[in-house]
Structure formats: C-alpha cells, structure tokens
C-alpha cells in the first residue's frame, strides 16, 4: 500500500484524514517540521499532505515553507499538496512556485482531495518507472543502443574493440536491426570521432547516379554537370565513410571501389587527376555477400578487402528477452512526442511482442508503437493498437494446417525481408519457383511490397 504522510498540528484533524484515506493508505503523521522530516525519512512517503501553519509559528506560513523545503531537498520526486486557511492564496501559490504539487484550501472537500491524491500518487509511478527505464537505458544501453542479451553484449563488445583501429569493417545483419547505429558508435569511439562521418545508401540512388554520389564529378562531365561536385568519399576525409547496402553496388563500380581500398585515391567523374583520401570505410548489407559472390554478383576480392573485420547484429527475434524493455523506452518516447498519457502495455501486447517474428525487427517495432501512441483509445496498449493477432502470431494454433501456414508464413516473410522483397531472389532462396511463390503468398495473405 503506499504511503502518505499527513503534517498538522490539529490532531482532530489528523483523526479525521486518517479514517478517512487509511483503506487507500499507509497513513503517517506529524504535527510539527522535525516530525515530518524524521516520518518522511522512515516511511519513504512520495505523497505528502502539509499544513503550512505549523508549530512554533501556526498562524504565520514560514514554518511549513521550510518543512517543504527541507523535505524536497531530501527527495525532489515528492509531491506536496499544501493547505492553507481561506483568504490566503498567496500562500498557497508561494509555495507552488517553491515546489509544491498542489494546494487545497481549508475546510477540506474530502472527494476533491482524494481526486487530488489519486493523481500525485499515479504521478509518482510514472516518474518513478521513467527514471527505472532511463537509468536501464544508461546501464544496459551502449552509444544509444539497448539490450541485454548476450547477442547485444557481444555486438557492444565487439564495436569497442573495432572501434579502436582503423581497418575496414562490414556490418551484417537484417534490415531494421541498426546497422548504421553500429557504424556511427564505431565512429564516435574511433580516433576519427572529430572528423566527418559521410553515409551512404547504396541502393536508394539510382545506378546511374551512384558512381557521381561516391566519387564526385568534375563540370562537363555528362548532361547535367554545370559545377564541379565532390562526392561522399572526399566529405568523409578525415573521418568514417559508411556505405550501406553495399551488396547492390554494381560489378562496375565494385572495381572502382577496390581500387579506392587498396590506394587510398580516387579519380572524379570525368576528371583526370587522382585525389588522396584518407577516410575509413565501414560497410554494411543484409545480403548474403558469399552467396552473391558465388553467383557472381559480387566480388571477391573487394569482399575480402571490406570484411577485414565483421560485426553482425542479431534478428529482434532471437533476443526476446530485449523485447519488453526495448517496447517500453520507445513507447515512453513517442507517448511524450504525441503529448499521450499512456501507461505502458498491457500483458497481452508484451506476449503477443514477444512471440512474434518482427521481420521487420527493430524499426517496425518503432513503426507499430508509433501508430500506437497515436491511435489507442486506453491508457494501455493493446495487441490491437499495434496491428498484432494474437493469432497470427502462433498464441492460439490448434491445427497442423495452422501450424504449418505459421511456418512457411515466417520462412516467406523473413526470405522477402533479407532480399529486400525481391521476389525472384527470395523464390531462389526457398527452392521454390517465381509462381509457387506468388501462390503461397495469395494463399498465406502476404502482400506483395
């Protein structure tokens, strides 16, 4: 039960809130400053009901303002609801603006202060479990990252040592696991933190245009080139170039790129004259860059020259017990983006999160709790408010047919993930042809992306 401190030096009065707050509270009280901070200390009261006219001074405000004072210094997360005789606002606002949660004016309205109550206490768990999940965050978190399992704790692990030479480094992992986030905390652990880190995704810009991207062009080069442009390598001297999705970098390109590994130079587009940069290059892909090479979609040689060490990052899935704690700290944050209320999850939504699949992992985890924070009606989130079927996501499986369409569900879902929804290679990876493939997934209820 928690704990209310009640400080009056009317005992009648004391009497009176005890009997009639005692079935919500652990009441405790005090008639005087010394009382109330030695009452306050033992019991650990968050909520505290204070008279301002206590003894030696009952008729002056003095006495209770240093009460408050002394008992805020103590511990600044109370809430102290004030009381003040009629006619004596300015006290009462004197007191607010010194810290006090909130002011009652006597004789008391008993519902209006249980009201008042009800609200400071729900305040105090807020606040309390925001501090829990903020200080979860500083012990488990590392360079803005969370997690707590033992694949995290390697992840973390392994940035702090790569981090600390200069080599080339590939970063695997599925879409939405946080492959930039891992380059750019290499980066600010790096000795080239004071230097620029340039990133680049390597399959958002059209083919054409990636080569000028990276490289720069110089004016005349092609139609279009009215200015000399550098590139994102020559924005990255000095510092880290990330180049994300590096598995769709194009065969030619891929020559150009080796040659910049191995000589530290690169020529612009349609210039002639090389330019020293000196940039380390971080790369990072949810393809599987051996099999690529073995289809010869990618090079070996420029593989081996970017994979001198490699960090690979964890599905969602297979670090549930991260789950709760992650859900937690981005709803807190998208709730106090969209000024909402809300008090968490409810235990169906943290069940149904931790048994489903999340293809999408950590960024569509944000991406249903953002929806979330906007569209639920309760104070809890519910599976609903996040789009999740308990159902679909294996909690209620009675049937060897639902068992088996909740497997090739995931399995189709997970291959579209890796290849970025590209049917053809996905069809490859399951051994299944193009048509089966567009059968299974009318059959299955997947939308083609």
Same mark, same amino acid.
């Given at each position: 039960m928690a704990s209310l401190l009640i400080v009056d030096d009317d005992q009648s009065i004391q009497t009176q809130m005890k009997w009639s707050l005692g079935g919500d509270y652990s009441v405790e009280l005090a008639g005087d400053r010394p009382g109330a901070v030695a009452a306050a200390a033992g019991s650990g009261a968050a909520v505290i009901l204070l008279d301002l006219g206590l003894p030696p001074r009952p008729d002056e405000p003095e006495e209770g303002i240093a009460a408050m004072r002394e008992l805020l210094e103590a511990n600044p997360h109370r809430?102290?609801?004030?009381?003040t005789g009629q006619g004596e606002k300015g006290n009462a606002l004197r007191a607010v603006a010194e810290g006090a949660y909130d002011f009652l004016n006597k004789p008391i309205d008993m519902d209006e =202060?249980? #009201?008042?109550?009800?609200?400071? &206490?729900?305040?105090?768990? *807020?606040?309390? $479990?925001?501090?829990e999940l903020q200080g979860k965050l500083a012990a488990d978190g590392f360079e803005g990252m969370l997690g707590t399992s033992p694949q995290m704790q390697a992840v973390f692990t392994a940035v702090r040592k790569v981090a600390l030479a200069d080599a080339p480094v590939l970063i695997l992992g599925e879409s939405g696991t946080? @492959?930039?986030?891992?380059?750019?905390?290499?980066? +600010?652990?790096?000795?080239?933190?004071?230097?620029? &880190?340039?990133?680049i995704n390597c399959s958002a810009i059209p083919e054409n245009l990636l080569e000028s991207e990276l490289f720069g062009h110089e004016k005349g080069a092609f139609t279009g080139a009215h200015a000399q442009r550098p590139g994102r390598m020559e924005a990255a001297a000095g510092g880290t170039l990330f180049l994300d999705e590096i598995g769709e970098v194009p065969l030619a390109l891929q020559v150009k790129l080796l040659r910049f590994l191995q000589e530290k130079s690169i020529q612009r587009v349609g210039g002639r004259r090389p330019i020293e940069i000196d940039a380390r290059v971080l790369a990072a892909t949810n393809v599987d860059l051996k099999q690529a090479m073995a289809a010869e979609r990618f090079r070996e040689d420029l593989y081996y020259r970017l994979a001198?060490? %490699?960090?690979? =990052?964890?599905? =969602?899935?297979?670090? %549930?017990?991260?789950?709760?704690?992650?859900? @937690?700290?981005?709803?807190?944050? &998208?709730a106090l983006e969209n000024n909402r209320k809300l008090s968490g999850f409810n235990a169906e939504a943290l069940r149904v999160m931790s048994a489903y699949a999340?293809?999408?992992?950590? +960024?569509?985890?944000?991406?249903? #709790?953002?929806?979330?924070?906007i569209m639920a009606e309760g104070r809890h989130v519910t599976p609903e408010d *996040?789009? *999740?079927?308990?159902?679909?996501?294996?909690? @209620? #499986? %009675? %049937? *060897? @047919?639902?068992?088996?369409?909740?497997? $090739?569900? $995931?399995?189709?879902r997970r291959a579209m993930a890796r290849h970025r929804n590209n049917l053809s290679r996905a069809a490859e990876e399951l051994d299944v042809s193009r048509p089966t493939l567009y059968e299974l997934m009318d059959k299955l209820g997947i939308r083609r992306e």
């Open positions: 809430k102290i609801i004030v009381i =202060l249980k #009201i008042i109550l009800k609200r400071a &206490f729900h305040l105090v768990r *807020l606040e309390a $479990e925001y501090r946080g @492959k930039e986030m891992v380059a750019q905390a290499i980066h +600010r652990r790096s000795r080239r933190q004071a230097g620029p &880190f340039a990133a001198v060490v %490699t960090v690979s =990052l964890p599905p =969602l899935r297979e670090r %549930t017990g991260d789950i709760p704690v992650l859900a @937690k700290v981005i709803l807190r944050r &998208f999340w293809p999408g992992n950590v +960024r569509e985890m944000e991406n249903r #709790i953002r929806r979330a924070a *996040l789009e *999740l079927d308990p159902a679909a996501v294996g909690l @209620k #499986i %009675t %049937t *060897l @047919k639902e068992a088996r369409e909740k497997v $090739e569900r $995931e399995a189709i």
